[in-house]
C-alpha cells in the first residue's frame, strides 16, 4: 500500500470513530523536513503562529495555524483541565507519517501567571495542535506535521489529499534565514528606568517580610517603550544574543506578540523523569573572564542571594516530594551564566508516578517562589493588589507538549507584550528579609537589559 493509501486509511477509520462517538477525530501526518530557519518559517506564516527554539540545544518548532485548541477555564484546576485534554486528544487521534518520519506531534502555548490575569488574546490556558508545524527535535532530525479535525462522512481521500498537499506547499517555501536587527547600546541606555513606584512597593514588601507576614515575594514592574520593533529582526537578534535560552514567541490576529529570552525551565518530562531549575539570585557580569569568576564567587557568598535562592529550591524539592515524585539527590549551587548577567542555579530531577504528565508537573510547581513568593496563595494575593499592571502570561508557563504527556515548559521571563505600536517589557526581583529597595530596582533593571539593546530603534 502506497503512503497515500495508508493516509486514506487512517482517515477512514477517524471517520468511523467520529460517526461513533458524536465527536471530531483527529489525524496528523509527518514527513520529513529539510533544514530550514524556524523563526523565518514562521514569519512566513503569518498570525496566529507559535515560534520556540532552543539554539544551544537544537530543537525549534514552528507553527502555524490551528487544527484543535484546548482552552482552559480561569481557575486552579486550569492545569489539569490541559492535561486531561491532552489525554483526551491523544485518544481520538490517527497519526501517520511517510519516509520514516517521527510521528510524534506536538501541542504549543502557554498560561497566564494567575487564573485570572489575562490579556486580551491571551488567556488562562491555550494549546494548540498546529495545521502545519515544522518540528526539529535534533539536528537531522526534522519533520513537517500537518494535522486536521475529521468529522463523521468526511472524504478519506480528498482529507489526505489535503495533508498531503499542505506538506507539498510548505516544501516548496524556503525562506531565507532571518538577520538579526542591528542593536544600538546607546539608544538603550537612554531609556529612562526610574520608577519610583517600584522602589515604595519593595520598600513595603520589605516591611511585611520582616514583620513575618511573607517569607519572599517577586516583586515586577512594566517598561513601555513606543516603539514596535519589526519582529524577525528582533527575535533573531535575541536568537544570536541569548543562545542558552529558550526564545518564543505567540502571534495573535490583530498583531499582540508575547515573545522574548527566557532562561528558566519549569518542568521538562520525559517518560518518568522530570527536570527543574531552581534559578534565583542575581549578578551583573563582569567586564572579563577573571571578573565573571570573581563576581561568581561573590554570589555563592552572598547571603541575601543564597537566601533568595535557598528558598525556591527548597520549595521546589518540597512540592515534587509531597506529590509523590522520587527526588534525585539534590545538585550543588552553582552558577548560571547568562549575557550581562550571573543568577545562582540548581538542576533539580526526579522520578515522577506514572502517569505523570507535564502539565501536572507544571500545575505541582506554578507559581514557583522565584515568580510569586512565599507563603504561596499570600505572596500571589500580596502580588495581585499591589502591582499597577496585570502580568497576563508574564511570568507563566509557557511550552509544548506530546500526545503522550511528555513536554517541556518554561517560565515566560524576559519578556515583551507587543501591542499596536508600543512594548512593554517586564522584568522582577525576589524579595527577601535582607533586601534594599534600590539594590532590587537596579536588578530589575539588569534584567530589562536582556531586550533593551535589541529592542531600542536605531
Not at 490575569?117 to 491571551?122: I, N, V
Not at 490576529?253 to 542575581?282: I, K, Y
Not at 501536572?360 to 499592571?389: K, N, Q
Amino acid at each position: 500500500m502506497t503512503g497515500h493509501g495508508r493516509l486514506e486509511q487512517r482517515v477512514a477509520r477517524a471517520a468511523a470513530r467520529a460517526a461513533v462517538s458524536g465527536r471530531p477525530s483527529v489525524v496528523t501526518l509527518a514527513a520529513p523536513a529539510q533544514e530550514s530557519d524556524p523563526l523565518a518559517i514562521a514569519l512566513e506564516a503569518g498570525p496566529p503562529f507559535a515560534y520556540w527554539e532552543m539554539p544551544d540545544r537544537g530543537f525549534a518548532l514552528a507553527a502555524a495555524g490551528k487544527a484543535h485548541t484546548i482552552r482552559t477555564p480561569a481557575d486552579a484546576a486550569r492545569f489539569g483541565t490541559a492535561s486531561a485534554a491532552v489525554r483526551d486528544l491523544a485518544s481520538r487521534t490517527h497519526q501517520a507519517a511517510v519516509d520514516g518520519a517521527e510521528r510524534a506531534p506536538l501541542l504549543i502555548g502557554g498560561f497566564s501567571f494567575a487564573p485570572g490575569s489575562t490579556w486580551p488574546g491571551f488567556p488562562a490556558g491555550r494549546l494548540v495542535l498546529p495545521e502545519l508545524a515544522y518540528i526539529q527535535r535534533e539536528p537531522g532530525n526534522r519533520v513537517w506535521m500537518a494535522a486536521t479535525e475529521v468529522l463523521a462522512g468526511a472524504d478519506p481521500a480528498a482529507v489526505a489529499g489535503a495533508l498531503m498537499g499542505r506538506i507539498r506547499s510548505a516544501r516548496r517555501v524556503a525562506p531565507e534565514r532571518v538577520a538579526p536587527g542591528v542593536t544600538d547600546g546607546r539608544r538603550a541606555d537612554a531609556i529612562d528606568l526610574r520608577d519610583p513606584g517600584y522602589l515604595a512597593g519593595a520598600g513595603e514588601a520589605i516591611r511585611l517580610i520582616r514583620d513575618g507576614d511573607l517569607m519572599k515575594v517577586t516583586l515586577a514592574r512594566r517598561l513601555d517603550v513606543d516603539h514596535r520593533p519589526e519582529l524577525g529582526p528582533f527575535l533573531a537578534a535575541l536568537r544570536r544574543i541569548h543562545g542558552g535560552c529558550v526564545i518564543f514567541a505567540f502571534a495573535r490576529p490583530g498583531g499582540a506578540v508575547f515573545c522574548g529570552a527566557t532562561p528558566e525551565l519549569l518542568a521538562r518530562v520525559d517518560g518518568l523523569t522530570v527536570r527543574t531549575l531552581a534559578l534565583a539570585g542575581t549578578a551583573p557580569r563582569g567586564s572579563s573572564r577573571s571578573e565573571d569568576r570573581r563576581r561568581a564567587r561573590l554570589l555563592l557568598s552572598d547571603s541575601k542571594e543564597l537566601e533568595e535562592h535557598t528558598y525556591v529550591r527548597s520549595e521546589l524539592m518540597r512540592r515534587l516530594s509531597d506529590r509523590g515524585f522520587a527526588l534525585d539527590p539534590p545538585e550543588r549551587i552553582g552558577v548560571l551564566e547568562l549575557p550581562g548577567i550571573l543568577h545562582l542555579a540548581t538542576p533539580i530531577s526526579a522520578v515522577a508516578p506514572v502517569g505523570t504528565g507535564v502539565l501536572d508537573v507544571v500545575g505541582s510547581l506554578h507559581p514557583t517562589p522565584a515568580v510569586g513568593g512565599l507563603p504561596r496563595d499570600r505572596a500571589t494575593s500580596w502580588i495581585a493588589a499591589h502591582e499597577p499592571f496585570d502580568r497576563g502570561w508574564y511570568a507563566g508557563p509557557v511550552g509544548y507538549c506530546d500526545l503522550s504527556g511528555n513536554g517541556e515548559f518554561h517560565t515566560a521571563l524576559r519578556s515583551c507584550l507587543i501591542e499596536g505600536n508600543r512594548t512593554s517589557l517586564f522584568a522582577g526581583a525576589g524579595i527577601v528579609s535582607a533586601s534594599q529597595p534600590e539594590k532590587e530596582l537596579l536588578e530589575t533593571d539588569l534584567k530589562l537589559g536582556a531586550l533593551l539593546p535589541s529592542l531600542a530603534p536605531v
